[in-house]
């Protein structure tokens, strides 16, 4: 009897009827002769409309209330969908991330999952139970609730589907799998077959919002194969995996066949230019070690070259850091007799990733010169050996996506023989 983690992603659970169908599917995947564990998300915006209301309260609700707060959402979903089970006639249980034996540390609100207990989930299913674990929540040594950072719920899948050694994870969610880029942009995007860990880890932190980048850290670590599927499609998903079981899957001779994967972007971006700085030893240390203590992370770099002893340093941030970093900065300028801290809030990143970047040279040139004949300039680049990013206009976000999307062909099977 294989055992099958489900996970199914907030807007699966958003309403009765869709709890109602999350619960057929449980039971069809049941009645096909396996055992069960289902990871579920708080309903549809629960989770954002908490934190509204915690904000409403303070704004700066005590992170252990704000934890015990977020963390019931997932547990109206546990208790619906097992009464939707229930009702089919099927045994089943839900268990909070506590129950199920889901230890972290002690970070509130990005809690790291440090182990997982699963002996209360195994009794279960040994008992022929459905088990509905909430996703997003552990414990920590003091037994206080937590929660595990935003989209956790796929964490939650992941670890539980490594700790129960299962046979398959399948993650559900309201698009049917991983596409080429964001189907709502570019029509012809087409829904990619595999992918390996650390395209998807390059996708998921540059914009694709499909699966949270920590839950495919784990996966990558402990080999969970992941599949990305629709909750509301029979299609079959993405398969995410190391590139040798690939091959094996998809028959593939070698895993460089596919030129560009994906073009990913990323509207929630900001740039800072600090103007003037001294060009000294310990000026780049200053500022980002300053920012990496408050919690800032820091994208993309750029230093200029020195005139009269004097250079200016860009880099790139979320927008949810924008008020931290400009504190830091505001004190730095001043250390250092900046002449001035400019912010652009109108940029967006866009992204090439592909594996097959390492063994064909020339993407890169390829993906500047496809920006630069829709007249759109590069404001700032970083590269890694599957990856290409570039900091452009925000205007110009939805014109480069097409650009680079048709330009590299992924509408296509854009196999290299
Ligand atoms: N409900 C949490 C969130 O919205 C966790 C999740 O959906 O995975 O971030
Ligand atoms: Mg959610």
Do not use: W
Not at 295 to 320: E, H, L, P, R, W
Request: charged letters at 25%; a positive charge.
């Amino acid at each position: 009897m294989a055992l099958v983690v489900m996970k199914f992603g907030g807007s699966s659970v958003a309403d009765a009827n869709k709890m109602k169908l999350v619960a057929n599917k449980i039971i069809a995947k049941k009645d096909a002769g396996n055992k069960i564990v289902a990871v579920v998300s708080a309903p549809g915006d629960t989770t954002d409309d908490l934190l509204q209301m915690a904000e409403q309260i303070t704004p700066k609700p005590p992170a252990r209330e704000l934890d015990v707060l977020l963390s019931t959402g997932e547990m109206v979903s546990i208790a619906l969908l097992s009464m939707a089970i229930d009702a089919k006639g099927y045994p089943v249980i839900s268990l909070t991330g506590p129950q199920a034996g889901i230890f972290s540390d002690h970070q509130h609100g990005q809690a790291k999952v440090e182990k997982i207990i699963p002996n209360a989930i195994l009794k279960l299913l040994n008992k022929n139970n459905i088990v509905i674990v909430a996703g997003f929540q552990g414990s920590n040594p003091s037994g206080d609730i937590t929660t595990l950072g935003r989209g956790g719920s796929d964490l939650t899948a992941v670890a539980l589907a490594a700790a129960l050694k299962a046979d398959a994870c399948e993650i559900y969610s309201d698009v049917e799998g991983i596409f080429t880029t964001d189907p709502r942009i570019v029509k012809q995007a087409r829904k990619l077959d595999f992918l390996s860990y650390d395209e998807m880890l390059e996708m998921a932190c540059s914009g694709a919002q499909v699966l949270q980048s920590r839950s495919v850290e784990v996966a990558k670590k402990f080999g969970v194969v992941i599949n990305a599927r629709g909750t509301f499609s029979d299609n079959c998903g993405t398969i995410i995996a190391s590139e040798k079981i690939i091959k094996k899957l998809s028959g593939r001779k070698k895993m460089e066949t596919l030129l560009v994967s994906g073009i990913t972007f990323d509207k929630n971006q900001i740039k800072f230019t600090i103007v003037d700085l001294p060009d000294t030893p310990g000026v780049a240390a200053k500022i980002f070690g300053d920012l990496a203590k408050v919690g800032v992370n820091v994208d993309m770099i750029i230093q200029s070259a020195a005139v009269d002893k004097k250079n200016d340093i860009s880099f790139t941030v979320t927008k949810q850091d924008v008020k931290k970093a400009q504190i830091v900065l505001d004190k730095i300028a001043k250390e250092f007799s900046a002449t001035r801290v400019e912010c652009d809030e109108q940029v967006a990143k866009v992204s090439v990733v592909g594996v097959g970047m390492r063994s064909h040279p020339g993407i890169a040139a390829c993906a500047f010169e496809l920006l630069s004949k829709n007249g759109i300039n590069i404001e700032m680049i970083s590269t890694s050996d599957i990856k290409i990013s570039c900091i452009i206009d925000e205007i110009d976000t939805m014109k480069a996506v097409k650009a680079l999307h048709a330009g590299f062909k992924l509408s296509k099977k854009n196999e290299i023989k």
